[in-house]
């Protein structure tokens, strides 16, 4: 079963405003959330489905690529956001748990509430963008890319923690491990009692005390990755695909950032994309299109032969259904519209000037408005616009 329409998740119309957005899903979270349905996989499920839509409908350009393109342009392997069953609750909770300082808390289901989350800070790696350029026939099939990419990466000696082994860390002496700190305010209407990130520690509640000697107590180092990306068939230029958490890794073991592909469409040396459709201009001699003949053209597939019907006039357009490109949503293939041109020789011998000559002698060599195909002057006109 596919996955449902973003906007049907969080029940909002699609030209709803971003705070719009916002509501929907806290709204949808508090429902659904598990310290109110403990135990409830599909409320579970739920959840998790609201954080990946507003995941989505939150960015504005994952949700223009969303709106273009639906589920294929921005999830899956290539796509936005969380990937599903790779979600968890704690991503969630880690990704999303200021949404609710907006609106007065959480009601006693707090994101941290049960959980000890607190208000630590969780550290987010910087996205990063490639260009991948693609031919047409990659294109019309998909394809798995590999690309080497300079980032930052997880340090393999301390395994991103920053601090050489378990001893390297002491409790945060400020906040006292909780990674937040409270301040009391006294006003006109009484004691105000407010919580904020530690600046000691910045969230983390604990302070490295021991350093890695190898990333200096980052958690990250530079390095380079081969990472896989597959490209859906149907994508087109300038589209933007998301990996998600394949950018630069977090600060000691936070939240990575994702990798955003740009793509570029290389082109081919005898199609012209239009869309889902691919145009051909072939060309004729005189006597084939007078006679008819059967030629080659060439498509995504290779080559294929077609007839050409006796008479055959410039610009008549000729349809292969389902030639062309597959429509990134599965809405089937383009066609392959092949544009008849026919060649007039520029260079003629004696003896064929006087072949031709005696042609302008005959009717049926002169042309006839009433015979000039319907809609010919129509695509002229169109094709030097």
Not at 68 to 88: I, K, R
Request: contains cysteine; charged residues 25%.
């Amino acid at each position: 079963m596919g996955k449902r329409d973003y906007y049907e998740v969080l029940e909002v119309s699609k030209n709803a405003s971003a705070d719009e957005i916002k509501k929907a899903y806290r709204k949808q979270a508090l429902k659904y959330h598990p310290d109110k349905n403990p135990g409830d996989k599909q409320a579970e499920e739920k959840f998790k489905e609201a954080a990946e839509a507003y995941e989505i409908l939150r960015d504005p350009q994952k949700r223009q690529r969303y709106d273009q393109f639906g589920h294929a342009g921005v999830s899956g392997s290539a796509g936005g956001g969380f990937s599903g069953a790779g979600m968890t609750i704690e991503d969630i909770f880690n990704q999303f748990g200021d949404i609710f300082g907006d609106f007065g808390g959480f009601g006693g289901f707090g994101f941290g509430s049960s959980r000890g989350r607190s208000s630590r800070r969780v550290n987010k790696g910087s996205n990063l963008r490639v260009k991948v350029t693609l031919t047409l026939e990659e294109i019309a099939k998909g394809v798995e890319k590999k690309i080497k990419v300079n980032k930052y990466v997880t340090c393999t000696a301390c395994q991103g923690t920053g601090a050489r082994g378990s001893s390297g860390f002491s409790t945060c002496d400020t906040c006292h491990g909780s990674g937040h700190v409270t301040r009391i305010t006294h006003t006109l209407l009484g004691q105000m009692q407010t919580s904020s990130t530690c600046p000691a520690c910045n969230g983390e509640g604990k302070i490295i005390k021991d350093r890695c000697t190898t990333c200096h107590g980052e958690g990250i180092v530079k390095d380079q990755e081969i990472i896989k990306i597959n490209i859906p068939a149907g994508v087109a230029e300038g589209m933007q695909l998301n990996v998600s958490g394949k950018g630069n890794a977090a600060r000691r073991g936070g939240i990575n950032g994702d990798l955003i592909v740009l793509v570029e469409e290389q082109k081919h040396p005898e199609l012209i994309r239009d869309g889902n459709d691919l145009l051909y201009h072939l060309y004729l001699s005189f006597p084939d299109a007078a006679v008819g003949t059967t030629t080659e053209i060439p498509t995504i597939e290779g080559k294929a032969k077609i007839r050409i019907e006796p008479g055959t006039q410039p610009g008549k357009i000729l349809r292969l259904r389902g030639k062309g490109i597959p429509d990134i949503n599965g809405y089937g293939k383009g066609d392959l519209l092949v544009s008849i041109n026919v060649w007039i020789p520029v260079n003629l011998t004696k003896d064929e000037q006087k072949l031709i000559e005696k042609f302008q002698e005959s009717p049926n060599f002169k042309p006839d408005p009433r015979k000039i195909e319907k809609g010919f002057f129509e695509r002229i006109r169109n094709y030097f616009e």
